[in-house]
């Protein structure tokens, strides 16, 4: 499913966007009203985080999200029944965004059936180690989910190929170092080698993530990625509202992203 989001985006001349959501954040109606909002907007697949008291790898915005949601007692089975309602009304291919303690709390094989009966086409687990995560991967494939692994840029040629040998979906790249967040943005030189690098040892799609903000960054990332990976800001754009009012203004700030995906624009 994921590689043919990617390959119609191709064929659209645009690069794909997959916007990331914490699930629960307020409460599970706004969450609703969010994903559907981004459907309609033109997302291509949405990443749906599954809120965790110790996110390593998000920043301030997304950790505060987390903790919304979980005051809201979102759970992982609430997160589930959000991916399905979703499913269920034709909306966007859901990326389950986790980390793997609350993976392996729940049960590895129980969450990959949860997952695939939720709907979910993906699961994102950016704390699990390459050397530790064969298990993982082995019970999201049976049930035909994929496992998108992230690249990050100090990571060396060797590793990185053994990285995309065994991603699934996608390979996320990770454009700068550390936790996600809009206040830094992308270093497009950089992230040009990174990329030009990883072309050269896989076919899979690249998508970016950490740190692309505005339009700005996408026409950057567009010029050499396959999708661009938006959260931190998404998240900032409705902090605060509920309902039709959040989803409001969602859509207010991806359109600008959207347009400004198309390689005519780069």
Request: aromatic fraction near 8%; glycine fraction near 8%; proline fraction near 6%.
């Amino acid at each position: 499913m994921l590689e043919a989001l990617f390959e119609r985006a191709r064929r659209e001349q645009r690069a794909a966007f997959i916007p990331y959501v914490m699930a629960g954040d307020p409460d599970s109606s706004t969450t609703v009203a969010v994903v559907r909002a981004l459907t309609q907007a033109g997302a291509d697949a949405i990443e749906l985080g599954i809120p965790y008291g110790d996110p390593l790898a998000d920043g301030p915005t997304i950790a505060a999200a987390a903790a919304r949601a979980l005051a809201a007692k979102t759970t992982i089975a609430s997160v589930f029944e959000i991916a399905r309602q979703h499913r269920a009304s034709d909306g966007a291919p859901i990326v389950l965004f986790t980390y793997f303690n609350p993976v392996y709390q729940y049960g590895i094989e129980r969450f990959a059936d949860r997952a695939a009966d939720a709907g979910a086409c993906a699961v994102i687990v950016p704390d699990i180690a390459l050397e530790e995560g064969e298990g993982l991967a082995a019970s999201l494939a049976y049930k035909n989910l994929a496992m998108p692994l992230l690249v990050a840029p100090s990571t060396k040629p060797e590793r990185a190929r053994r990285i995309v040998e065994r991603s699934s979906g996608f390979v996320y790249v990770v454009s700068r170092l550390g936790v996600t967040g809009a206040g830094t943005q992308p270093s497009t030189d950089a992230l040009r080698g990174q990329v030009e690098m990883l072309r050269g040892i896989t076919t899979q799609p690249l998508a970016v993530g950490f740190g692309v903000s505005s339009p700005e960054h996408v026409r950057a990332v567009a010029r050499h990625a396959d999708g661009f990976i938006v959260g931190s800001a998404l998240v900032d754009s409705y902090a605060g509202s509920r309902g039709e009012e959040a989803a409001q203004r969602v859509r207010a700030f991806v359109e600008p992203l959207i347009a400004a995906a198309r390689y005519a624009q780069v």
